[in-house]
């Protein structure tokens, strides 16, 4: 075969093998792509679903917190309307609370508490006759100059206080208020020298247990002014009035006020 013959002869195959060769490549190309484009359109699919999953989770969510916020603006105005309402039951309960202490002051308006009496010393006789005598005996003629007419007198508390020995105060109401001053007055003055049989006794005004409670705190410090010279003396329910070194009157209603006038005055 000439060579120009047989070199169109290779040059016809070797476009045969290339055009085979392209097609099969064109097919597995076709193929690939036909296999990509699956892959792709299946993971969008589920990136999709995915995201509209997310997507309603968070609209799910801000419906919620939309809620709770609503919920927690309406408990707010629920909290400031009861916490409205607790501070006027506060107040009215503060106001009820001391007309209470001053009923309970009024009604112990004429008595008075004997402390440290011995026990079942007045089981022979009536009370009230028993210690509208002692009161006679223990401040003497000068002060009552006949038995003073008392309404009641009993002792307080349900028992003796078992672990002290300590007797039972005794409450006696008067008859007169204006001899119950009388009988406070005294005992103030004789403060420390009353005495029954031998045995201290102690005269007492009988407050409320609040206002004893009040009174109670003035004290270390009435304590105090004393051992300084001063004269303090209690008004009631519990504001504390001091007599100067001049003569003259210094009132001091609460504690603090008394204990930094006690600093400041050696």
């Not at 916020?69 to 629920?78: C, H, L, R």
């Not at 409205?84 to 508490?113: F, H, M």
């Not at 009641?152 to 008859?175: D, E, K, M, Y």
């Amino acid at each position: 075969m000439p060579p120009k013959a047989k070199k169109d002869e290779q040059d016809r195959e070797e476009a045969a093998n290339v055009t085979a060769f392209t097609a099969v490549l064109t097919a597995k190309l076709a193929e690939t792509k036909s296999e990509l484009l699956a892959e792709i359109k299946d993971t969008y699919a589920r990136y999709e679903a995915k995201l509209t999953g997310l997507q309603n989770s968070v609209e799910d969510h801000d419906q919620r917190i939309t809620s709770l916020e609503q919920f927690a603006n309406s408990t707010s105005d629920e909290l400031t309307d009861v916490r409205t309402e607790l501070a006027a039951v506060a107040s009215e309960n503060a106001k009820l609370k001391a007309r209470l202490i001053d009923l309970s002051g009024r009604t112990r308006r004429n008595n008075i508490r004997i402390v440290g009496l011995p026990e079942q010393i007045e089981n022979q006789t009536r009370p009230t006759e028993f210690f509208s005598q002692l009161l006679c005996d223990v401040l003497g003629a000068d002060i009552l100059s006949s038995p003073p007419k008392l309404d009641r007198a009993h002792r307080a508390q349900p028992a003796r206080l078992a672990s002290t020995g300590r007797p039972r105060h005794v409450v006696i109401c008067f008859h007169h208020f204006q001899t119950r001053e009388l009988v406070v007055r005294a005992a103030r003055q004789l403060r420390g020298g009353l005495k029954y049989k031998d045995t201290p006794i102690h005269i007492f005004e009988d407050y409320a247990p609040e206002v004893l409670e009040q009174r109670a705190q003035y004290r270390d410090v009435m304590k105090r002014l004393f051992e300084l010279g001063y004269k303090p003396a209690l008004r009631y329910p519990a504001k504390l009035s001091v007599v100067l070194h001049d003569g003259s009157r210094k009132l001091l209603p609460t504690v603090k006020e008394a204990a930094d006038f006690a600093s400041r005055h050696p």
